[in-house]
Structure formats: C-alpha cells, structure tokens
Nanobody, 112 residues
Framework: QVQLVESGGGLVQSGGSLRLSCTAS????????MAWYRQAPGKQRELVAG???????NYADFVKGRFTIARDNAKKTVNLQMNSLRPEDTGVYYCKGTGTAWGQGTQVTVSS
C-alpha cells in the first residue's frame, strides 16, 4: 500500500517561511506526478503546486513567486518551500501522487 507522510507544518508569523516535506513509500516515485494541495477551514481542497517526473513545475496563481516545489527521486521526497507566508495560506497541506491516496496532511498556521 502506497504511503505518503507529510511533515514540516507549524505556526509562523506573516512574512515567515516554512518547508514542507513529503516522503513516499511503495510507489514508483520517479515516474509519478507529485503535487501539494491545501484545504483551508470551510473551503474545498485546492492545488498549490505540482511537479512532473522530469521536474517541470506548475503553481497556483496565489503562490507564484512565493512557493517552490522540488523533488528528490532518489530519496522519494517532494518538498514545498513556502516564503512570504500570509494568513490566507493557513490550512492543512497534503501531498499526493498520481494514483495515490491522500496523506494525513500537515497543518500550517500563519498568524497576522
């Protein structure tokens, strides 16, 4: 069974930074499209950033220029560097790969 474990969330002040990590197991990671999503309280889950197996990236408009997604196929990890955080970035952040179930998520809280 594929397993995704997210980590790195926490409480940070507006303008601060966090780095989220997702470690995958039992998945053909090197060929999988990987992505980070988030879900704010009372809102639907939304795509934040994605990265293809060869490193091409795409970002939601609301994080462009602030967040960076990267992957390490040897370590089976995908990271999300989040800079210039805003209170509206608060939510549970999830990692997901092609055909995988959702991970448990990691909470990010940005205080104003």
């Amino acid at each position: 069974q594929v397993q995704l474990v997210e980590s790195g969330g926490g409480l940070v002040q507006s303008g601060g930074s966090l780095r989220l990590s997702c470690t995958a197991s039992r998945i053909a990671f090197s060929t999988a499209f990987m992505a980070w999503y988030r879900q704010a309280p009372g809102k639907q889950r939304e795509l934040v950033a994605g990265i293809t197996s060869v490193g091409a990236t795409n970002y939601a408009d609301f994080v462009k220029g602030r967040f960076t997604i990267a992957r390490d196929n040897a370590k089976k990890t995908v990271n999300l560097q989040m800079n210039s955080l805003r209170p509206e970035d608060t939510g549970v952040y999830y990692c997901k790969g092609t055909g995988t179930a959702w991970g448990q998520g990691t909470q990010v809280t940005v205080s104003s």
